[in-house]
């Protein structure tokens, strides 16, 4: 029976009407499928590629300061984080004006550069090609973090993104740890020397550079053009759009809510130089590895935990408990370096003999906490600039001013990091996590406890918040 035929059911124009509305239902069911995610391993190939990289950058970014000369190791860590700063304002730019794969290929690239100037300057060859790499890598680390962004937000639909970032950032949880398990693994059990674990470092992050040629193109999806096509290219210059960045963080400034939330992002770029450069010089190498090692994987835990307990509790509670932990690290790493009697500097040698096992405990215990307030800082900092702000532009402004404090205050606190005693930095850092706390308490950030069943109800609710809460402060991580 055609659609054209008298039936019980109504006249031939109602079916005709039907005919049309089923038509009509069909050709929005293709453009639905359009609008469907891409294949979940390319999220998988990309995870996959940060791992391997990180894995590399932050083991040498961490042992550094203990292989090649201290000055030389501070003042290019402060020169990366430096440049790094300036490139936030580029690198959004950047993007918009070359293909994302291409951004993820070329900057991946400028870590493997930069691993092959620390190994130089471990081996005592050369220490400029450090200082040339730190500033190359800088502007490298910015474009990658924003290609990644674009390009996992791409790769899926809004609905699914928290899901898409969750796993991302689950997998690169993990880098440090394995990075760290591995230099454990060569200078332990291959007796190899501290300066070869650079060569390897130098190595594998080459082949995390190559996982990124295997990065599959953005298919065409609704209104997601395919990666290698710029359809839209941008009307402004490279240098207008950074200026409009810098005047746009610039202006939050003058708003006190951003200056309160951000003590947060100043407190965990400050931390870094303290517990990935000037503690580490003063531990034996071996502990050092271990402590790293512990802390490294404590960090995906930290992150975890953070974004379920905020689902129950204020997400001011919970950062005033990140700050208490970070608290507990410092105090416990200036114990331990007290006790130790390694407050000034020594030969590796001299420190090992120094050390006892009590004090060796205590690095590692300090590193536990400061791992899970490392995690939770990555969970929460997004988190409060989100609920801060209900504007958008302003949200953007907030979080793009965060993200510049926080490595401007990295950069600085690595410059003083070779200069300052070890616990003038120490109670530099517990000075910042006590004004932290005292200025997250004078928001209101989420403050509604959410109950069991509405956090059910709520499809995906941990894992959406953990990549809202870290898809862009993961920048600070790598740095």
Aim: charged letters at 15%; hydrophobic letters at 45%.
């Amino acid at each position: 029976m055609t659609a054209t035929s008298v039936t019980d059911n109504g006249s031939v124009e109602e079916l005709q009407k039907k005919e049309h509305l089923n038509n009509n239902n069909n050709n929005n069911k293709q453009q639905d499928g359009n609008d469907e995610s891409a294949p979940f391993s390319y999220n998988i190939i990309i995870s996959v590629g940060f791992l391997v990289l990180f894995s590399a950058f932050l083991t040498t970014q961490n042992l550094l300061t203990s292989v090649v000369d201290e000055d030389v190791a501070f003042n290019s860590l402060a020169v990366l984080y430096f440049t790094f700063a300036v490139g936030n304002l580029l690198s959004s730019g950047v993007v918009a004006r070359v293909p994302v794969r291409l951004s993820l290929v070329f900057s991946a690239l400028t870590y493997t550069l930069w691993h092959g100037g620390t190994a130089l300057s471990a081996y005592g060859v050369a220490d400029w090609p450090l200082y040339a790499t730190s500033v190359v890598i800088g502007i490298g680390a910015a474009v990658l973090w924003v290609a990644q962004g674009v390009y996992v937000a791409a790769l899926t639909t809004p609905e699914q993104q928290g899901r898409w970032f969750g796993f991302f950032f689950f997998v690169f949880g993990f880098s440090s740890a394995i990075g760290q398990g591995l230099a454990l693994l060569f200078t332990r059990v291959f007796d190899q020397s501290e300066e070869r674990v650079f060569i390897y470092m130098t190595v594998i992050s080459g082949v995390g550079s190559m996982v990124f040629f295997a990065v599959r193109p953005i298919p065409p999806r609704g209104n997601v053009v395919a990666d290698d096509t710029n359809a839209s290219k941008p009307e402004t210059t490279l240098c207008q759009e950074a200026w409009e960045t810098l005047l746009s963080t610039i202006v939050m400034f003058a708003d006190t809510i951003f200056l309160r939330c951000s003590t947060l992002g100043i407190i965990f770029g400050s931390s870094q130089a303290y517990f990935f450069g000037t503690v580490p010089s003063r531990m034996p190498f071996q502990l050092t590895v271990q402590s790293l090692l512990i802390g490294g994987g404590c960090v995906p835990i930290g992150s975890f935990v953070s974004g379920r307990l905020s689902d129950f509790y204020s997400r001011v509670l919970v950062i005033v408990g990140i700050m208490i932990f970070v608290i507990i690290a410092t105090i416990l790493t200036m114990i331990a370096i007290e006790e130790g009697g390694v407050s000034s500097d020594a030969d590796d040698e001299e420190i090992e003999d120094l050390t006892s096992k009590r004090t060796d405990a205590l690095f590692m215990i300090a590193y536990v906490f400061w791992g899970l307030a490392e995690g939770g800082m990555h969970t929460q900092l997004r988190a409060a600039i989100s609920v801060a702000f209900e504007d958008e532009d302003k949200k953007s402004s907030a979080m793009a001013a965060v993200i510049l404090l926080l490595a401007l205050f990295a950069g600085i606190s690595f410059l003083y990091g070779g200069m300052l005693h070890v616990n003038t930095q120490g109670g530099i850092v517990l000075a910042m996590g006590v004004i932290t706390m005292c200025c997250m308490l004078t928001l209101s950030l989420n403050p509604e406890k959410k109950t069991k069943n509405k956090l059910k109800n709520k499809e995906g609710s941990n894992i959406d918040d953990f990549n809202d809460t870290i898809a862009a402060t993961t920048q600070v991580a790598i740095l």
